[in-house]
């Protein structure tokens, strides 16, 4: 017959509990995770965007500094007060 486990008592069990979440098990913030787009304060196809220069996003929710790469150019831009610009500056797109 095996033998049966040893029983703890609820003040046992309390103190490890103590002692284990005083331990860097449990962080305030864990910052190893990713959250998923549905979870994300910002979407990240709004970070990362690219595709087509007809998908870029319209002035009026562009953000300056937001960055698009066109998939169908192969051009990276930067959206700025007067358009989109690539990586030398020079306007590609006007403010639609």
């Known amino acids: 017959m095996p033998e049966k486990p040893e029983q703890i008592d609820k003040?046992?069990?309390?103190?490890?509990?103590?002692?284990?979440?005083?331990?860097?098990?449990?962080?305030?913030?864990?910052?190893t995770d990713t959250p998923i787009d549905s979870f994300s304060m910002?979407?990240?196809?709004?970070?990362?965007?690219?595709?087509?220069?007809?998908?870029?996003?319209?002035?009026?929710?562009?953000?300056?500094?937001?960055g698009f790469y066109a998939t169908d150019t192969n051009i990276?831009?930067?959206?700025?007060?007067?358009?989109?610009r690539n990586g030398v500056g020079s306007i590609v797109a006007l403010n639609n």
């Open 42 to 66: 910002v979407n990240r196809r709004y970070v990362n965007l690219n595709g087509v220069v007809a998908d870029r996003p319209k002035s009026s929710v562009a953000s300056v500094g937001q």
């Open 11 to 31: 003040k046992q069990v309390q103190d490890i509990i103590k002692e284990y979440l005083q331990s860097e098990a449990f962080t305030y913030r864990k910052t």
């Open 76 to 84: 990276p831009m930067t959206y700025s007060v007067g358009g989109w």
